[in-house]
């Protein structure tokens, strides 16, 4: 069976408490349909390694039938995800460079102070919002850890003893009782939490 070739995000496979694989998502995908072929007969999640999101993918039928699906999985960008359907972009924008057009609500005021910038409007937005991202960017990495984390032990974890303190310890950025608070749980769960939670504690 050749599998298709393009490069695919990372991927957690789990069955219960057990992680079943972990790797390029074809490769997990691919994992996982041998299992359920095997025999393996318990609800099976697998999750995003970036934001610990949940992958759905169609298991139904042949190996090669299943590998045709691949290609599927990256069709939703970051930028699809994020928007509602009545926030699609629309207009060609500057697409060679990546600028995708939408629309900016802002005040008279703001319109007129932006105006008057050297470069226009859109450059001027693009600045402050550049500016803005690099000045935030550790805080949005502790951010994203948190909600990755806290949205994996949610789904898989919710149960199990420590749970409400972890959580709290997570979002404090405590990882001593963090790491305290789910010393009990399945190896598995423990090892995938505290690799999602890792940029949580960066700063502690």
Known sequence: MNLPTAKYK????????????????????????????????????????????????DFRGS???????????????????????DETPKGPGRPKLGVVAREVTLLPRHWEWLSSQPGGASVVIRKLVENARLANSSTDKVRSAQ???????????????????????????????????????PADLRRYSTKLARESFATS
């Open 10 to 57: 990372t991927a957690t496979a789990f069955a219960g408490d057990k992680m079943l694989a972990t790797g390029p998502v074809d490769s997990v995908i691919t994992g996982v349909k041998k299992m359920i072929d095997d025999g393996e007969h318990n609800l099976i999640l697998i999750f995003d390694d970036n934001d610990a999101r949940p992958i759905e993918f």
């Open 63 to 85: 190996k090669d039938e299943v590998a045709a699906r691949l290609p599927s999985i990256n069709q939703n960008t970051d930028v699809s995800e994020s928007l509602d359907a």
């Open 147 to 185: 909600e990755a984390a806290y949205r994996f032990m949610s789904a898989m974890a919710g149960n199990q003893t420590g749970f409400e303190e972890a959580t709290r310890a997570l979002f404090a950025g405590d990882k001593q009782k963090f790491e305290e608070n789910i010393s009990a749980w």
